[in-house]
């Protein structure tokens, strides 16, 4: 039940395309949904996140699209750049201080000129 | 990362000697913890401290132990380290906890001969 599962491992989009991460999660007391970023050689950086009481989020080109009957989460990032290039993880967690973040195994996202 | 510092960045360990990561952080958060990254299995929590001398496992614990006698650093120590140890060592710190997310360091890499 603590499990979120992420998908796909690896995405390769042309620039100007719309890459989709999606994922999916069991535990309905999850009250917080954060995507990292993360580049090669540096520590994952928080992107974006959301919480339940909305079901979508943008900022910038990045929009979070969130279906809490379906339980499931994904990230789209518009008009992607080569510099969109990164590992994403989805994570997922619930309300107290003691609670920790649930990672998804990531996605390696590549976007070719 | 700003408030967070990892030491040392890269590190060549011999088979059975003992060694220890430092993390350091300058904003007084509560939380603090311990993640190893591997391909193909992402972001695994081996301990974290929710104050001083208050600590407990994450998931990949085996080998590895922690401590935190001052707010500001949290150490991690492999007692006889492994070939299996071999990975990147991430560090990550949180004011409230899960909820509100994490703010990551920039890794030490480890290798393990």
């Known amino acids: 039940q603590q499990q979120v599962k992420q998908s796909p491992q690896s995405l390769i989009v042309q620039k100007g395309g719309i890459p989709i991460i999606n994922c999916a999660y069991e535990?309905?007391?999850?009250?917080?949904f954060p995507w990292y970023q993360q580049f090669p050689g540096k520590g994952p950086a928080l992107l974006i996140a959301?919480?339940?009481?909305?079901s979508e989020k943008k900022e910038g080109r990045f929009t979070i699209s969130f279906n809490k009957s379906a339980k499931q989460f994904s990230l789209h990032i518009m008009d992607s750049q080569p510099g969109d290039s990164a590992t994403y993880f989805c994570a997922a967690s619930r309300q107290g201080g003691s609670e920790k973040l649930v990672f998804g195994k990531g996605t390696k996202l590549t976007v070719n000129p | 990362d700003a408030g967070i510092t990892q030491s040392p960045r890269h590190k060549v360990t011999e088979t059975g000697t003992p060694v220890t990561l430092r993390c350091h952080q300058t904003?007084?958060?509560?939380?603090m913890y311990w993640y190893r990254q591997d391909p193909g299995h992402g972001l695994r929590l081996i301990h974290y401290?929710?104050?001083?001398?208050?600590?407990d496992k994450g998931e990949v614990s085996d080998g590895y132990s922690v401590s935190r006698s001052k707010t500001e650093d949290f150490l991690l120590t492999l007692e006889s380290a492994t070939s299996s140890q071999t990975s990147v060592y991430f560090c990550?710190?949180?004011?409230?906890?899960?909820?509100?997310?994490?703010?990551f360091g920039s890794g030490t890499r480890l290798t393990v001969v």
């Open positions: 904003e007084n958060h509560r939380y």
């Open positions: 535990n309905t007391a999850f009250d917080y």
């Open positions: 959301i919480r339940p009481d909305v």
């Open positions: 990550a710190i949180s004011r409230t906890g899960g909820n509100y997310g994490y703010t």
């Open positions: 401290s929710y104050g001083v001398k208050d600590t």
